[in-house]
Structure formats: C-alpha cells, structure tokens
C-alpha cells in the first residue's frame, strides 16, 4: 500500500512549530518575550523624548528633565538588550542540542528502507541544518522580532496621535514593504524548495562517496565522481541563482522606498512647519519614527527572507521528526519474562510495498536449545523472515511467538534484548574495541569482553594492536581485516549472552582455519541457546537440527541434512551444485 504524502506545512504551521519546541523552557521564553515587549517600547519613546527636547531647546523652556529622562531610558534599553541577548543565546543554543539529540533518537529508530530511500548524508544534513535553522529563528524572535513588531505597533498609533499626514506616509512605508515581501516571498517559493532538494542530494553524494572511498579510489572513480559532485553544484546553483536575484530586487525596493518616505517625510514636514501647523521638534520625532520604522521593518523583512528559504529546511527536519514508526509498540506492553528461547511462526506472511517479494504463510518451529537453519536462493527471504522476529518489520497476517508469546503484545527493548545477532557485514562503530565488544551489554566486565573475544578466537590480534582492547578501529572497522572485524562481532553476541541467537552468514567472511575455530566457538555459544542460521554455504548447515528450505518467500522443504541432501528438492539441487558431500555422521552442538 502506497503511502499518503504529508500536507506540506505553511510558514505559519513551521513558524509555530519551531517556537512550539521552546514549551520546555516556557517560563524563561516568556519572561524573554516581555522583555522585548518594555525594550520595544523604550525604543519607541526615544524618537519622542529627542523632539520634544528640541522643541524645548528652540523656545527656552527646561530641557534637561527631559535630557536626563532620555539618557535613562537609553542606558536602561541598551543593558536590557544585553541581558536578554545573552540568555536568548543561551536558551536558543540548549534547545538547538535538545532538538538534534531529538531528532537523531528518532532517525535511528526508522527502518532501514528510510535510510536506504534518503541516504546517510542526507539525513544528517536534515538533523543538523534542521537545528541550525531553529536556532536561528529562536535568537532573531528573542531578540529581535518581538521588539521591532512591538515597536511598530505602537508607533503608527502614537503618529496619528501627532499628524495623521505624517502618520500616512509610514503606514505607506509599511504596506509597501509588505506587498514586496509577499511579491518575491511568491516568486522564489517553488525555487527555494528546488534549492534544498539540490543540497539534499550533494550531502547524499558526499555520503555516498565518502562511504565507499576505497572502492573510488580502487577504481579509479576519482575524477568521475568529482565532475559528477560539480554537476550536481551546477545544477544547485542554477536553482540557486534566480532565488538570489529576486532577494536582491526586494533590496533595492526597499531601499529606494526608505529613501523616499525620508524625503517625503522632510519635505512635507517642512510645508506643515511653514504654516504653523507642526513644530520642528515634531518633525524631528516624525524623522526618527522614519528611521525607527525603516530599521524594523528592514529586521522583520529579513526575518522573513529567511523564514521562507529555511522553510524547505524545516520542512526536512520535521517531516523526518513525523516520520510514523515502521514498528509501533502497543499501548501496555509488558516486557518478556525470562525467555526460554520456544520460537514459533504461525502462517506468517509479509509482503513488502510496492513489491511481489516477501514472505507467505511461514509455518516453523524451534525448541529451547535447538539449531535451525533457513538456506535458499538469494531473495528467497530469509532474512526477512528472522527480521520478523526481532520485530524490525511485523506480519500482515499469523504472528511470531516467543514462549508461547505472541511478540506483538511486548516491549521492543525486552524482545530484542532477548536475541543476539551476528551480521554478514559486522557493522562495527569507530570505536574502540572494548567498546564495540560491549555495544550489546555496556554493563559488561573488562573479563567479560576478554572471555568473549577468546572465545571468538580474537585474543590475540587484538593484543597485537596498539593499545589493546582501547585501539580505535575506525569508521566501519576499517582498520580491521574482514575476518578481524567478523570475530568481533561473534565477540559481541557472546557477551550479550542472548537466549536465542541469529547467526547471519556469520563466518562468510572468514578464511577456513579461522572459520574452523569460530564454529567450535560458536559451537559452545549455542548451548543452552535457541539458533537461526541462515547460510548461502551448506557445509554451515550441516550440524542444524531442522533445515527450512525457502524459495520465493515460501517454505518448499522441512528436514535435517541428509534426508534433504539425499531428497530431489531444491536442497538436493543446491547441494549437487555447490559440489558439498553428505555427511556420513552428524554430532550436533
């Protein structure tokens, strides 16, 4: 089933959203915004203070009350802005962490088709250009925003309590910025969305490349995935530059429409004047209301030229934050008691989107102790048939119990804390080996990691690094050889000490006497423990109690090794052309 596009959010929509992530700290973000409110209106009552000082001035009355009045609230405004500039900063900058610790929690509980769909780069891109852009919003309403709004509200009323001739010309001022902001806002909407896809798809590549610099390097793809890289910058700037072009017309407009409400302002101050109908210290008022009017207008203009071109930006960030559960927990989900390791399909069927593949009707059983092993063709599903039990994708139809237990009525952490799994790739972290090791089990002793990776067969190279169990092994393990890395992640299943064990092409990576000695090793791990393998190899299989044979998502075959092998099914086949013998005797464990 085709999934329905979210409604693309307005600039209003994200504008509230983005303050909505402040409701944590809402006490102080108010307190903030009052703030702004007073230093609003001291801004405001400057340009006042500075006419009627003049006026004073030009006809001999006491001004300095009202030069010491002016200078007060000067000083008071210029230390509250300070203030608030410096816990504004502070507060933006906790929320801006909050927010990427937030969002990052949420990407890495998305499946791996999300990521697969969007790309590593990309993804990251929309964390941290996510928090960057909310950021930024946070500090300009804290402390720009809310007193240049505060400040134009209040002044067009205070105008038209002076000279409602005057007051006209600023509201004329007002409307003007606002028909050009919405004129170009219009204009470059469907451009700025084209921007962001633009660097959504470099970070993509960047990630990509960066990835898999060995196999760039090894074919020589150097110079091709660098003209590919500027290719894709053309293209980003070809969106980029008619977007630009329209923000620099908005600055012309609004600085040819500044200069002439300025002038207007003068001369028609200077007519009002001849005639007696105005003072000088009044037009001197009505010049700074111009420039105070001008200056927030051009911060609220700004604002929002920003707001519309991080808004593709913000739409990123939460539409990944939005992103539904592929796997969603029951509400009362209890956790799995001790788990045995009883493992059953119930007439199991999934079947992935868009797509004929997946699994149907899969009917198997695994006793507490008990090695299974699901072999077939390549898409034949069997991983996606033991990704069913650690709930990474969850049936359409039948269900998968543990101990009697359906897996959908328990908690996630409880299930997947119950099972251990060695992976073809390793999928090791560039961290130290200690800390790779314990990735299952943080809790686990300094014995603990060294017991397990001696019985991974591991002890010894890893002695033979610099530092020991503190050597950093780099990003994916890069550091390591393929059986190195392999034997570290048996090292972590071991510590894990999981009932019930998924052994994904566990020792492919393996030459034969290492891949000798991790059997033995794996050998003893499955004692006492429930085991999937799934194996491409049929020599791996060869000790399984139950064999399930897969082929197109379905199970076509049910039996040990030799009445399979000696059989004229798909496993007979596959063992006449993978040139394996039977094995005359069978010791399991």
Known sequence: MQKTAPPVLTLTQIYTRVLGNLASERGLAIALASASVVIGVIQLAEPILFGRVVDALS????????????????????????????????????????????????????????????GSGAVVRAINSGADS????????????????????????????????????????????VFMNLLVMRKTQAGQAAVEQYHSQVSGRVGDVIGN????????????????????????????YPVLTWWGILTVLQRAAATITMVAVFSIGAVLAGRGELTVGEIVSFVGFAGLMIGKLDQISGFVMSLNRQAPTLRTFFALVDEPDAIAEKPGAKDLPLVQGDVRYEDVTFQFANSAQGVFEITLHAAPGETVALVGPTGSGKTTTLSLLQRLRAPEAGRVLVDGQDIADVTLNSLRRSIAVVFQ??????????????????????????????????????????????????????????????????????????????????????DAETEAKIKRALDRLRENRTTFVIAHRLSTVANADRIYVLDKGRIVETGRFVELAEGNGLFARMVAEGGFTVPKERELG
């Open 134 to 177: 909310m950021f930024w919003l946070w500090l300009s309403a804290m402390r720009e925003q809310l007193t240049a709004i505060t400040s134009i509200l209040l002044l067009v009323p205070t105008a038209i309590s002076m000279d409602w001739r005057m007051a006209l010309i600023l509201a004329t001022l007002a409307v003007s910025y």
């Open 213 to 240: 610099v060995t196999v760039v390097q090894s074919y020589t793809r150097l110079a091709a995935e660098a003209e590919a890289m500027r290719g894709l910058m053309g293209n980003l700037l070809n969106a980029q």
């Open 425 to 510: 790739d390793a999928g090791l972290f560039n961290r130290s080996i200690a800390e790779n090791v314990r990735i299952g089990r943080p809790d686990a002793s300094d014995a603990d990691v060294e017991r397990a990776c001696r019985l991974a067969e591991a002890h010894e190279f890893i002695l033979a690094k610099p530092g020991g169990y503190a050597y950093v092994i780099g990003e994916r393990g890069a550091s390591l050889s393929g059986g190195e890395r392999q034997r570290l992640a048996v090292a972590r299943a071991i510590v894990k000490d999981s009932p019930i064990l998924i052994l994904d092409e566990a020792t492919s990576a393996l």
């Open 59 to 118: 006809t001999g009355s006491g001004a300095f009350p009202l030069i010491g009045l002016w200078a007060a609230l000067g000083l008071f405004g210029i230390g509250a802005s300070v203030v608030v500039a410096v816990i504004a900063d502070r507060l933006a900058h906790r929320r801006r962490l909050a927010v990427m610790a937030d969002a990052f929690e949420r990407a890495i509980t998305l499946p791996l088709s999300y990521h697969a769909d969007r």
